[in-house]
């Protein structure tokens, strides 16, 4: 079992839709961020938090500690919102190392 | 700033040759990281350095890969003999690690435009 797992694999929308992508983390972390890569390939960090919750105009991303679980949410979502959402943690002990869901595949048709 | 640089952009070698990628951080970060991106294995850390000095190499596949930081603003990966199996993309990253005694900062990590390698 990965320790980072990620829901769904795949995700398709029509613009305009409320998205929600899961993550579920099996080891301790000191902080979980959420990653976008775009077609071309660059990755970008959209979030990296530790607790409670993060907003950055669309996009809104919360973590709940205790059950180890994290959700990414895109609303009035776009056709520039496709791209592969990825979910990564940090481990504790002041490790910089993350570890890495497999990604959810976005696309969002207008 | 330019952001992190990584050079070459693309690479097609054949197997058994000597492979170097390059990487330049973003000026002030003090932690480097190489990572590489396959379709079956996802996103894996290889090794990152803290201080131009590596903390983790456990992620390196073995000892065909070295790595190394001779000082903080330039990073090398170097895969020698290169193998078919060797070929995915390789990004580099930086941030700003917490400094002893220091503030904590956000710790995010800024990517590179990655090297897509082929091996043939």
């Known amino acids: 079992k990965n320790e980072v797992e990620q829901s769904p694999q795949n995700l398709t929308a029509q613009e305009g839709e409320f998205i929600t992508i899961n993550c579920s983390y099996s080891?301790?972390?000191?902080?979980l961020h959420w990653l976008q890569q775009h077609p071309g390939g660059g990755i970008v960090s959209l979030f990296m938090?530790?607790?409670g919750k993060k907003k950055h105009g669309r996009l809104i991303a919360t973590i709940n500690i205790q059950e180890k679980h994290s959700s990414l949410h895109i609303t009035a979502s776009h056709p520039r919102d496709s791209a592969v959402y990825i979910c990564?943690?940090?481990?504790?002990?002041?490790?910089?190392?993350?570890?890495f869901g497999t990604g959810t595949r976005l696309q969002v048709f207008p | 700033d330019a952001g992190v640089i990584q050079s070459p952009r693309h690479e097609v070698t054949e197997m058994g040759q000597e492979v170097t990628l390059r990487c330049k951080p973003i000026?002030?970060?003090?932690?480097l990281f190489w990572y590489r991106q396959t379709m079956m294995r996802g996103l894996e850390l290889l090794i990152y350095?803290?201080?131009?000095?590596?903390?983790?190499d456990s992620g390196m596949p073995e000892d065909r890969f070295s790595a190394k930081m001779p000082n903080a603003s330039f990073s090398t990966l170097k895969i020698q003999p290169s193998e078919p199996r060797d070929s995915a993309v390789y990004f580099c990253?930086?941030?700003?690690?917490?400094?002893?005694?220091?503030?904590?900062?956000?710790?995010?990590?800024?990517f590179g435009p990655g090297t897509r390698l082929t091996v043939l």
């Open positions: 000026s002030g970060h003090n932690s």
């Open positions: 938090l530790s607790s």
């Open positions: 990253a930086s941030s700003l690690a917490r400094l002893a005694g220091g503030p904590l900062p956000d710790n995010e990590q800024f």
């Open positions: 990564a943690v940090r481990g504790g002990g002041g490790t910089d190392k993350l570890i």
């Open positions: 080891v301790g972390i000191s902080a």
């Open positions: 350095f803290n201080n131009n000095v590596p903390i983790d």
